[in-house]
């Protein structure tokens, strides 16, 4: 890969944050007919987006069997055919979104004539640094310029040749459709990711996406704000009251689907009252599709009776992201507890209970604090396509801004339009002081405009 030179850097932040301002302008027709030809650019060119990830996988696979790479980064850089049209698919959902620009969330009449709106707008330019994953790059790209924002992309260098023909595609399309060129960016070089840390005055949003370690480094060496998360460690608690049924097939979805995904089940726990009778049936499920088992003394004992493989597992493992086929396991007593080892180990971003006990689900809805919460679903849900938000930038476990998966809403911001007539704020002090009003108005600030 060829490291980007500073100043090519600069160039490109540069144009980006130039494009941002026209970039705010561009109707809503102009967003989804561009996003909807680049979704077709992507179906039409099949071969050249397999041909550059095949080149991709080829090192990677080097570099896996010189254990400089892991199993689950090689499975998440793979793309084939389902999965282009998955993508392609991915790109018009965000198009058919509505607009998340120009909303009013709030609007008061101040007196008269004098009116107060506030209205979404988009953040500018935003800068995105991912793993690799060749599908990250459009989701990343159709919903940044669907909500106005420019965007600068820095992939992961095992999936650099994927990243670069899908941005090409991608770039042509937006163009000749009217986004401003300039709009979307590829950075490259590892190099390039401190730099970009230290453009506060040029970049208002970065959202960094990969381990845990790399996402502390990004917030910890930036003064520009991170919207994301640092890890996923997604507990599923089987509850006392679970159907077994249901408990067996979401706990293997959870970890065995996609066990590489962030919001994959990494710890299970189950309640003492039903692990004898079905921790056996759950870990044979697991241990046939390749799921090695990690547990407690007293989940250790019960399946070593039924003489299945289990390994002890110990403290570090409950705090661990495992996105290989690892599963530790913990028996608890109840709900409570349940709740208790949740909120001290997860990373708070999907947790989930099976149970068939209205109150025990009540609660653990109520009391547990991560993202998203579940009862009888796979954590494998928690994602901005399947919740219908046509994509996601990441998931955000901050509570300030966005959290869950960020879609749309979570990339824009908001500011406070206020149109008068030649008011004074010294009409309103004093002993004759005018009143405000301070009353609804009719009309959002777009229809406001039109009638202008």
Same mark, same amino acid.
Not at 290 to 295: H, N, Q, T
Not at 368 to 376: A, F
């Given at each position: 890969m060829v490291e980007n $030179?500073?100043?090519?850097?600069?160039? $490109?932040? @540069?144009?980006?944050?130039?494009?941002?301002?026209?970039?705010a302008q561009v109707s809503d027709q102009t967003k989804t007919a561009a996003l909807k030809s680049a979704a077709r650019e992507i179906m039409e060119n099949v071969t050249p987006l397999i041909s550059s990830n095949k080149a991709d996988i080829v090192v990677a696979e080097k570099k896996l069997a010189k254990g400089e790479l892991s199993k689950s980064l090689l499975a998440r850089l793979k793309l084939d055919n389902e999965k282009i049209a998955e993508i392609s698919r991915m790109v018009e959902s965000v198009a058919a979104l509505p607009d998340p620009v120009g909303k009013t969330t709030y609007s008061c009449k101040l007196d008269e004539c004098l009116d107060l709106y506030k209205v979404t707008v988009p953040f500018g330019v935003i800068a995105a640094i991912f793993e690799a994953r060749p599908d990250a790059l459009p989701q990343i790209v159709a919903l940044c310029i669907k909500s106005g924002n420019c965007v600068l992309l820095k992939g992961g260098s095992e999936a650099a040749e994927s990243n670069r023909v899908m941005f090409s595609l991608m770039e042509s399309a937006l163009v000749r459709e009217g986004i401003p060129k300039g709009a979307i960016q590829l950075i490259e070089g590892r190099e390039a990711v401190s730099a970009l840390l230290k453009m506060e005055d040029q970049i208002d949003l970065v959202i960094p996406r990969g381990s845990n370690e790399f996402v502390k480094y990004i917030q910890a060496n930036t003064r520009i704000p991170v919207l994301g998360h640092s890890s996923g460690i997604c507990h599923i608690f089987v509850d006392k009251d679970a159907d077994p049924d249901k408990a067996i097939r979401i706990c293997h979805d959870a970890r065995v689907q996609y066990p590489a995904a962030c919001n994959a089940m990494k710890i299970l726990? #189950?309640?003492? *009252?039903?692990a004898?009778?079905? &921790?056996?049936?759950?870990? %044979?499920? #697991?241990?046939?599709? =390749?799921?090695? &088992?990690? =547990?407690?003394q007293e989940a250790v004992r019960i399946l070593s009776d039924a003489g299945m493989p289990i390994r002890a597992a110990d403290n570090k493992d409950w705090v661990t992201e495992y996105l290989e086929l690892v599963l530790p396991i913990k028996i608890i007593s109840g709900v409570e507890e349940a709740i208790v080892h949740i909120n001290k180990f997860s990373s708070h971003h999907t947790d989930a209970i099976i149970t068939e006990n209205a109150d025990n689900a009540k609660r653990f809805l109520s #009391?547990?604090? /991560?993202?998203?919460? #579940?009862?009888?679903? /796979? !954590?494998?849900?928690s994602d901005g396509y399947r919740y219908g938000l046509g994509? %996601?930038? =990441?998931? /955000? !476990?901050?509570?300030?801004?966005?959290?869950?998966?960020?879609? &749309?809403?979570? &990339?824009?911001?908001?500011k406070y339009l206020l149109i008068g007539s030649g008011h004074i704020v010294g009409d309103y002090v =004093? *002993?004759?002081?005018?009143?405000?009003?301070? @009353?609804?108005? %009719?009309?959002?600030f777009l229809v406001r405009m039109k009638k202008w």
């Open positions: $030179k500073a100043e090519d850097l600069s160039l $490109k932040v @540069a144009a980006a944050k130039k494009a941002s301002a026209l970039l726990l #189950m309640d003492r *009252q039903i004898p009778s079905l &921790l056996p049936r759950i870990a %044979e499920k #697991m241990i046939l599709s =390749g799921v090695k &088992l990690k =547990g407690c #009391m547990v604090d /991560s993202s998203t919460v #579940m009862v009888n679903a /796979s !954590t494998r849900f994509a %996601e930038v =990441g998931i /955000s !476990t901050n509570k300030i801004h966005a959290r869950g998966p960020v879609g &749309l809403e979570g &990339l824009v911001t908001t =004093g *002993q004759n002081a005018r009143r405000f009003v301070h @009353a609804p108005l %009719e009309s959002d």
